[in-house]
């Protein structure tokens, strides 16, 4: 009976895959066959750079989560896992005849060989033969980019996966730091070229098929980073239903219990740890083809931090909560919170005044609400006091912009984007600190009543 | 089925466990009782292979197990329940079974059906999250859990332990029904009374030793384990 139902319930995740991923290439495709297509189905348009980046991202923030929420092992180490998979893939595809121009400070590289290139060697530089062996190479290196991760934490993990939990998010930092030094040597320059780029090689638009003319037919550059990363995910969903998924469980739950079970704690962190790692590897071999290079210092820790933020505000335990935060978190940095690092005068006086209204109405409502919820609290007295903090803020702010005469829109500059960022993790962390979905998945939503009660 | 043999248990220097024998005939029910920091929870846990012993053995079925980890000493046949349920809280009913047959790869519908024989309870609320469970609840949980690896020796570290007098009487039933059916328990309890009625053999263990041995009706009938662990 059980059995029956999760196979109904696998054949209609595939289904969605299938109807995202058929959605997708249709996306970026409607500006080849409609003449007149709105400003966001251009291929120039905002709109795929974040669902490139979102299916990048969902990849890295979902291998996260197998870690940090099925898990409950706590890694920092994020950033230096996709580190090693965008070099790894970037140093095994340069194209042999970009090789010394990309190099051309260390006199040319000291890997003197290409996977694509390997390939089209045997099946042929040009047409179909060309194709395949770029995918070949592509795959192959993706994979390979995947396993040097996991070598990786395997070895970092061999120590401290013994130790208490907290240590491990301090090994991994330090080590994800010291990796992007190491990158960076001067030394190392023939293979990771210093601290320069290392570009020309494959990226999503490489995957553009263009017919002999040289003229594109069909756009598969947002398909292709959706299909990597719907593969990855599903196989980390099958590893989380499988046996092993249980055990991860059973470890975050309670370590005493799952030992007492059988189950070989350090076995299963290490293996949780590499997998994690291994898809954080091919997260970062997708990342280099998002950007079109490879460079050590963009792989600090302000990236894990980014992906730590999404996984925390998608519920940590949660896979399809990761993606969908990905692509919301996304959206929002790449697209529709730019206009909050733009600086900006008001077009009229009245839109002016409209904009003071509002905050005033803002800083009231804020001020309103904490007061009724600190009303029904014990020891409301301070908290109430508190409360009238922001608005005391709020419209005093106000009320000296108004006086100014100045038609800047206020707050609007540089990083200003970073802050309102930072206020939402303060509020998901203080008021929703089970994130957008908590422990459940989207399909428990559509589950019956009844057995939701339950599930609970 | 089951020898201990001089086995010794040090935490940091303080001996827990200093130096006790003493044996599990096959499709007994062998219980060990004693006062609090008795030693009775550590030497569950020293043969489950959850800490490591300071001296002595244990032997199973004629092997020598002593240092044996956890994983190796489940897959032979020996399942520790341990003291405060300890199931997962935010797992369902049948994840909770189901890891507890982590270990073996055959099919498990069979033994399902088994567990929720015995604790029917569990097969209706096979979709609850098990830390919403009530305490008796929960404790049915991690019996079953415990024998969804198909034990030889069940150990139970105090089952009884924050349940009312009528949840603990059919625990106990439980015990003598998954006894009936061929399994070995060795059973730890504050509740003397009801443990030494249930069980074939008794041990009485006091800082670290064993102070007594008997039937359990012997035992029930020692005045002085009357006057120590039976209030009477
Ligand atoms: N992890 C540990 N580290 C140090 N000492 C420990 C540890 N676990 C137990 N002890 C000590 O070992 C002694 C025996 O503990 P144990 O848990 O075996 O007692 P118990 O007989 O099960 O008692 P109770 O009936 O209260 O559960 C106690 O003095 C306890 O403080
Ligand atoms: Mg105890």
């Known amino acids: 009976m059980l059995e029956k139902k999760s196979k109904k319930g696998s054949v209609i995740a595939l289904v969605c895959i299938l109807v995202i991923l058929g959605g997708v290439i249709l996306l970026e495709n409607v500006s080849m066959f409609m ?25 890295v923030a979902v291998s996260m989560n197998l870690l940090n929420g099925f898990t409950g092992l706590f890694s920092l180490g994020q950033a230096g896992f996709m580190l090693l998979g965008a070099y790894t893939y970037a140093i095994l595809t340069v194209p042999m005849a970009s090789k010394d121009q990309v190099y051309y400070l260390f006199g040319g590289s000291a890997v003197k060989f290409s996977l694509p290139d390997l390939f089209a060697g045997v099946l042929g530089a040009e047409g179909v033969g060309g194709a395949v062996s770029m995918v070949l190479g592509v795959l192959i290196a993706m994979i390979l980019a995947g ?25 991994t930092l330090g080590f994800a730091e010291i990796l992007r030094a190491i990158f960076q040597w001067q030394r190392l320059g023939p293979i990771t070229n210093g601290a320069n780029m290392i570009k020309n090689f494959p990226t999503f638009s490489s995957f553009n098929i263009e017919n002999s003319a040289g003229e594109t037919v069909l756009r598969l550059s947002t398909f292709v980073p959706f299909l990597v990363a719907a593969l990855c995910i599903a196989i980390i969903v099958l590893l989380i239903n499988s046996s092993y998924g249980r055990a991860f469980k059973a470890i975050r739950e309670d370590e005493i219990a799952a030992e007492a ?7 299963h962190k290490q293996l949780s740890f590499c997998i994690s790692s291994f898809f954080a590897g091919v997260g970062g071999a997708l990342f280099a083809m998002y950007s079109a290079n490879a460079q050590a210092k963009g792989f600090n820790s302000t990236l894990t931090y980014e992906i730590l933020l999404i996984v925390v505000i998608g519920g940590i335990g949660s896979i399809s909560g990761s993606v969908i935060a990905t692509f919301a978190y996304v959206a929002c940095s790449e697209w529709w919170l730019r206009f909050l690092d733009t ?21 009231i409502a804020i001020t309103a609400l904490l007061l009724l919820r600190a009303r029904k609290k014990k020891g409301g007295t301070g908290m109430m006091a508190a409360a009238c903090i922001p608005a005391v803020v709020f419209v005093g702010y106000d009320i000296y912009y108004a006086m100014s005469g100045a038609m800047e829109v206020p707050f609007l500059r540089t990083g200003f984007r970073m802050v309102v960022f930072s206020v939402i993790i303060m509020i998901v962390v203080l008021f ?8 459940r998945e989207i399909s428990d939503l559509f589950k019956p009543k009844a057995k939701k009660e339950a599930a609970k | 089925m089951l020898k201990i043999n001089d086995l010794k248990v040090n935490y940091g220097g303080i001996e827990a466990v200093k130096g006790i024998s003493f044996e599990v005939p096959e499709k007994s029910i062998v219980t060990l009782i004693g006062a609090n920091g008795a030693g009775k929870s550590t030497t569950l846990r020293a043969i489950a292979g959850l800490v ?29 329940v341990p003291e405060g349920r300890r199931i997962f809280p935010d797992l369902t009913v049948l994840e909770n079974l189901k890891i507890g047959a982590y270990l073996r790869k055959d099919s498990l519908e069979s033994d399902l059906e088994w567990v929720y024989d015995l604790f029917p309870r569990l097969k209706e609320r096979h979709w609850q999250a098990g830390g919403t469970l009530s305490g008796g609840e929960q404790q049915m949980l991690a019996v079953g859990r415990a024998l969804m690896s198909r034990p030889k020796v069940l150990m139970m570290d105090e089952p009884s332990l924050g349940l009312a007098p009528i949840i603990v009487r059919g625990i106990f039933d439980i015990i003598r029904e998954i006894n009936r059916q061929g399994v070995t328990v060795l059973l730890i309890e504050q509740n003397a009374n009801m ?38």
């Open chain 2, 52 to 80: 490591r012993t300071s001296g002595g053995s244990v032997e199973f079925m004629g092997e020598d197990i002593t240092g044996k980890d956890t994983t190796e000493i489940v897959s032979r046949g020996i399942t520790l």
């Open chain 2, 195 to 232: 443990a030494l009625q249930t069980a074939d053999m008794g041990y009485v263990l006091e800082t670290g030793r064993i102070t007594m041995t008997g039937t359990g009706a012997q035992l029930l009938a020692d005045e002085k384990v009357k006057a120590a662990y039976l209030g009477t």
């Open chain 1, 147 to 171: 396993l040097v991760a996991a070598f990786f934490a395997w070895l970092i993990g061999m120590p401290v996966l013994r130790l208490k939990s907290d240590y491990l998010a301090i090994a």
């Open chain 1, 35 to 59: 003449e007149n297509v709105p400003e966001v189905l251009r291929p120039t348009s905002q709109l795929f750079t974040v669902l490139k980046k979102g299916a990048v991202y969902s990849l």
């Open chain 1, 432 to 439: 929703f600190r089970n994130g957008l979905m908590g422990t």
């Open chain 1, 261 to 267: 079970m059988g189950i070989n704690l350090s076995k």
């Open chain 1, 343 to 363: 600086p900006t005068t008001f077009q009229s006086e009245s839109s002016r005044t409209m904009f003071i209204a509002a905050l005033a109405v803002a800083g």
